[in-house]
T-cell receptor, first 115, second 114 residues
Framework: ETGVTQTPRHLVMGMTNKKSLKCEQHLGHNAMYWYKQSAKKPLELMFVYSLEERVENNSVPSRFSPECPNSSHLFLHLHTLQPEDSALYLC??????????????FGSGTRLTVV | AQSVAQPEDQVNVAEGNPLTVKCTYSVSGNPYLFWYVQYPNRGLQFLLKYITGDNLVKGSYGFEAEFNKSQTSFHLKKPSALVSDSALYFCAVRDSSGTYKYIFGTGTRLKVLA
């Protein structure tokens, strides 16, 4: 384990379903991120939370809804997804979103398949 | 605008030979540069970073990278490749202006052949 835990590891959902991805870190980090990883594309930053406040929303469709109830937990709520949303969703954390440059700690990801 | 380029989709190298995975970047201000590795069905793992100081940075698992400001490059190197080094490698850059966006490259798949 890297210190960032994501559940579930795999998820298959229909286009009309509602599901949630969970991310948890106990590293004492103040910033958490959602990234989307699709084959042969750069990692796409979706959302950034700093001290539980959303500070970045990279033009992500509203069918993706993040939630950060505290600095240790991050959720990504999913509803009415499309097949092109199938990807590996990665959660990451860092000490501070705005200063330094110390890199991320990533979770293992949730492999999402939309059918 | 910030950008990162990894010009090779795949690099093949024989075990025991030196390896190089290329990365070039474009960023305003001083760059923070990173290399991450991803094994199958895993998240990205931090390998090494350059923030300031010596241009040659040493990281995990015997990897190193050389920051070259004039060529805006940050190539990843290892003197002697292992089969277990086979994975997907990502270069990332962040500028020093206070934004929190890391820009990742598209990744380079390294195959080390026994």
């Amino acid at each position: 384990e890297t210190g960032v835990t994501q559940t579930p590891r795999h998820l298959v959902m229909g286009m009309t379903n509602k599901k949630s991805l969970k991310c948890e870190q106990h590293l004492g980090h103040n910033a958490m991120y959602w990234y989307k990883q699709s084959a042969k594309k750069p990692l796409e930053l979706m959302f950034v939370y700093s001290l539980e406040e959303r500070v970045e929303n990279n033009s992500v469709p509203s069918r993706f809804s993040p939630e950060c109830p505290n600095s240790s937990h991050l959720f990504l709520h999913l509803h009415t997804l499309q097949p092109e949303d199938s990807a590996l969703y990665l959660c990451a954390s860092s000490q501070d979103a705005r200063t330094g440059g110390y890199g991320y700690t990533f979770g293992s990801g949730t492999r999402l398949t939309v059918v | 605008a910030q950008s990162v380029a990894q010009p090779e989709d795949q690099v093949n190298v024989a075990e025991g030979n030196p390896l190089t995975v290329k990365c070039t970047y474009s960023v305003s201000g001083n760059p923070y540069l990173f290399w991450y590795v991803q094994y199958p069905n895993r998240g990205l793992q931090f390998l090494l970073k350059y923030i300031t100081g010596d241009n040659l940075v040493k990281g995990s698992y015997g990897f190193e990278a050389e920051f070259n400001k004039s060529q805006t490059s940050f190539h990843l190197k290892k003197p002697s490749a292992l089969v277990s080094d086979s994975a997907l490698y990502f270069c990332a850059v962040r500028d020093s202006s206070g934004t929190y966006k890391y820009i990742f490259g598209t990744g380079t798949r390294l195959k080390v052949l026994a």
